[in-house]
């Protein structure tokens, strides 16, 4: 059985840092590309940050580009997005998702996804 777990997020003050983690298991971690993808209230979800599956290749949407870093771990299946000068504008709940095998992941196709971790930017 797939499953993605994320944990890490919380509450922080406008320009703090938080670093989400997604455990994975049930599949070979290191035949996937990965995405962390986010929900704000009221909206539909944005794409954040993917990176391909040996780790060498990430890329950011502009909105978080220069803050954000994506990593992962693929002896231990771990993915992380590593949040710095958090805006209140990044509040939004933020999932982990597994690209579908043998697609472009520019496409931005998923067919698994985690339960969600919150993250709440407020003074």
């Known amino acids: 059985e797939v499953r993605l777990m994320e944990f890490g997020g919380g509450t922080v003050q406008p320009g703090g840092s938080l670093r989400l983690s997604c455990a994975t298991s049930?599949?070979?971690?290191?035949?996937?590309?990965m995405s962390w993808v986010r929900q704000a209230p009221g909206k539909g979800p944005e794409w954040v940050s993917r990176?391909?599956?040996?780790?060498?290749?990430?890329t950011y949407a502009d909105s978080v580009k220069g803050r954000f870093t994506i990593s992962r771990d693929n002896d231990d299946a771990m993915l992380y997005l590593q949040l710095n000068a958090l805006k209140p504008e990044d509040t939004a709940l933020y999932y982990c998702a597994r690209h579908k095998r043998d697609r472009i992941l520019a496409r931005n196709e998923y067919d698994y996804w985690g339960q969600g971790t919150q993250v709440t930017v407020s003074s």
């Open positions: 049930g599949f070979t971690f290191s035949n996937y590309g």
């Open positions: 990176i391909n599956q040996i780790g060498d290749i990430a």
